[in-house]
């Protein structure tokens, strides 16, 4: 059987969005993995990314930056954005589905302190997120808008 999907959404994919990747997969729950993506991907990560996951004993994902596709909405389970949906990019088939909305701020509009705020929340909400499956509290099932 395939891994359970969770999707991690950010507009350039370059720092909230691989954090949250690399914080899920050091205590991914069994049967599942993440995938991050972006709206409108940069062309590498935010430099202070590595740094800021370094900081905390975990590297980047092996990925580059990379476009969020039909196939990887259509295939998660469940779908956490942070800031995308606002973005014009945003396609509309992603908004169409269940997701669950950080509303973080973008770090690289902050300071290396800021930076790490947003890494040190996404650290909490991701801890969350793992919590919840392993509980067998999330429900992955398809659907529309924010889950209750």
Request: hydrophobic content about 40%.
């Amino acid at each position: 059987m395939a891994d359970r999907i969770v999707l991690f959404v950010c507009v350039e994919n370059a720092g909230r969005s691989l954090m949250a990747e690399a914080l899920f997969h050091r205590d991914a729950p069994a049967g599942w993995r993440a995938v991050s993506a972006g709206t409108r991907p940069a062309a590498g990560p935010n430099p202070r990314t590595a740094a800021m996951l370094e900081e905390i004993g975990l590297g980047m994902p092996h990925h580059p930056p990379q476009l969020l596709t039909r196939q990887m909405i259509e295939e998660s389970a469940i779908r956490v954005t942070m800031g995308c949906l606002d973005d014009a990019a945003c396609p509309a088939r992603l908004k169409e589905r269940e997701y669950r909305d950080w509303g973080l701020p973008d770090p690289a509009k902050l300071d290396d302190a800021g930076f790490r705020e947003v890494r040190d929340r996404l650290r909490g909400l991701v801890e969350g997120l793992v919590r919840e499956i392993r509980s067998g509290e999330t429900t992955p099932a398809p659907g529309r808008g924010p889950p209750r």
